[in-house]
């Protein structure tokens, strides 16, 4: 089994900042792209931001600029730094990869429970 755990999310005031971060544990062999997303009610789940297994990033429009996503592959973690925060980042981030496990050698993807972030103004 692998799973995921998210940390670090809590309340900040805007124009503040938050380091979210997600440890992949279980039957690992390798692990792909990992991902952030987010999700407010009533809204669909959106990708924040992506890392490579390289290193190779890239953004949503709207956090461009404001986070930094990084990853430490020694520890199977993946970052995100979240700076100026807005009201408007409030909502559940999420751990998202895909890892092929040292059990079944297969493909599994995998979220994590989700953090909350929330922006007060």
């Known amino acids: 089994q692998v799973q995921v755990v998210e940390s670090g999310g809590g309340l900040v005031q805007v124009g503040g900042s938050l380091r979210l971060s997600c440890a992949a544990s279980?039957?690992?062999?390798?692990?792909?792209?990992m991902d952030w997303y987010r999700q407010t009610p009533g809204k669909e789940r959106e990708r924040v931001a992506r890392?490579?297994?390289?290193?190779?990033?890239n953004y949503a429009d709207s956090v461009k600029g404001r986070f930094i996503i990084s990853r430490d592959n020694a520890k199977n973690t993946v970052y995100l730094q979240m700076d100026s925060l807005e009201p408007e980042d409030t909502a559940i981030y999420y751990c998202?990869?895909?890892?092929?496990?040292?059990?079944?050698?297969?493909?599994?993807?995998?979220w994590g429970q989700g953090t909350l972030v929330t922006v007060s103004s």
């Open positions: 890392i490579t297994s390289s290193g190779k990033t």
């Open positions: 279980g039957s690992i062999f390798t692990i792909n792209a």
């Open positions: 998202h990869t895909f890892v092929v496990t040292s059990t079944t050698y297969m493909l599994l993807e995998v």
